[in-house]
């Protein structure tokens, strides 16, 4: 560890959590993050004071442009974007078919799209459905089911001067894989492909560069590290300026304004502001931008999940009953696991009766669950780690799995 490397207070952070006193062991981070008091402070106080719709020349429409200004340069800085290249909506799912309805206004018959097994639906489906509205051609990037890898060099034989995107995950919710999207990125846009990268789940546990990753669009959902249930999908604005997405007539035609569609959650804008600004806080008193804040904290965090994540991950390994789907090399603190002669359900409403909060199912994961056979006995259960679990939950949790004979 370098000499400037700083160390998570976990004891201070989890004083941030109201949701934290329940007393559960919460293990289901990958479905959204508990949400800490500022950022429910932040929404609480935007519900107390007038705000009109934007556009106005009165105090109540000044504040709904603040609160919209404030949440688009909170996700640059998440990201290393600019502000106005962020669109905002209310989910990533919802965002992601509104690019491809306005990208598939560019597209012929016989153009291809690249989608991934690794993915989550919201990153597939959509794609998948343009292409077949359109007549184009959808290949797919495999996984290595022993492994859990997306191998970059299979998007050699995947990408042609037909390629128009490729649809790819900065870390999968359902098995923690973090594939190299900059290597598959630099491969498509050398046939001109456009690059799409969900980093929805990835946003909670890394520090995130749009520009090292060289995605051209990067979609997030700020329920995934504490905020609030807003979408944000982030471009240059060059590149939006080209594309036209369905409209109403008197909505707004600039950039981003143009793809968000209806009057906003203006109050919700103030929690995602305000769940950044958490993030970037995580470690106290470091120097700096909000953004070098970020790049600081996210890093503690990283190193911090990386510790407890390891030795979760080898506890269960070493467990006869347990079986741990994948073991990808780079990961966030997330995996899927099996348990001989119980169903998922079963699984989970045992943990549930100790006192832990895991998901069963596929995660909208269902291609790389199919393609792993756990479909076929209902899925898997998701153990995810954030930055508020500690050691000792860590422990408690491998109690309770041993325990499950």
């Known amino acids: 560890m370098s000499s400037g490397a ?129 007549g184009m051609v959808v290949k797919w990037a495999e996984v290595d089911i022993e ?6 060099w299979q998007y050699d034989d995947l990408l042609t001067d037909r390629t128009r995107l490729v649809a790819v995950t900065a870390a999968s919710s359902a098995i923690g894989t973090c594939p190299d999207v900059a290597a598959i990125a630099q491969r498509a846009h050398r046939v001109g492909a456009l690059v799409y990268v969900d980093a929805a789940h990835a946003a909670a546990h890394m520090p995130l560069d749009v520009i090292d990753l060289e995605a051209d669009f990067l979609a997030l959902s700020a329920y995934k590290w504490g905020g609030p249930h807003v979408g944000a999908v982030i471009a240059h604005p060059g590149l939006l300026e080209e594309l036209r997405p369905d409209k109403l007539v008197p909505a707004p035609d600039r950039v981003p304004d143009r793809f968000e569609q209806g009057t906003p959650p203006f109050e919700l804008y103030a929690g995602v502001a305000a769940s950044v600004d958490h993030l970037a806080a ?36 070493s467990m006869a009953h347990v079986q741990v789907l994948g073991s990808p090399q780079y990961r966030t603190p997330t995996m899927s696991i099996t348990v001989s002669r119980m169903r998922p359900r079963q699984v989970a409403r045992e943990l549930a009766r100790r006192g832990v909060c895991a998901w069963d199912g596929d995660f909208y994961s269902r291609e790389l669950f199919d393609a792993i056979g756990a479909n076929e006995a209902g899925g898997a259960v998701r153990l995810g780690l954030m930055h508020y679990n500690t050691p000792e939950e860590v422990g408690h949790l491998i109690d309770h799995v041993s325990a499950l004979r």
């Open 147 to 152: 492994t859990g890898e997306l191998p970059d």
């Open 282 to 317: 995580l470690c106290a008193d470091v120097p700096g931008t909000r953004r070098n804040r970020l790049a600081v904290s996210m890093e503690a965090v990283a190193r911090y999940e990386a510790r407890l994540f390891d030795w979760l991950d080898d506890a269960l390994r």
């Open 6 to 134: 700083r160390l998570l207070d976990v004891a201070r952070v989890r004083g941030l959590f109201p949701g934290l006193s329940d007393g559960l062991l919460h293990a289901d981070g990958p479905g959204g993050a508990l949400m800490p008091e500022s950022v429910v402070r932040a929404v609480s106080q935007a519900m107390r004071v007038p705000i009109a719709n934007r556009g106005g020349v009165f105090a109540s429409s000044a504040r709904a442009e603040q609160l919209v200004s404030g949440a688009r340069s909170a996700i640059a800085d998440l990201v290393g974007a600019s502000p106005a290249g962020v669109v905002l909506g209310p989910n990533l799912t919802t965002l992601t078919y509104t690019f491809a309805r306005a990208l598939g206004k560019h597209w012929r018959a016989g153009d291809e799209i690249v989608v991934s097994r690794l993915d989550h639906d919201a990153n597939v489906r959509p794609w998948l459905q343009i292409a077949a509205e359109l």
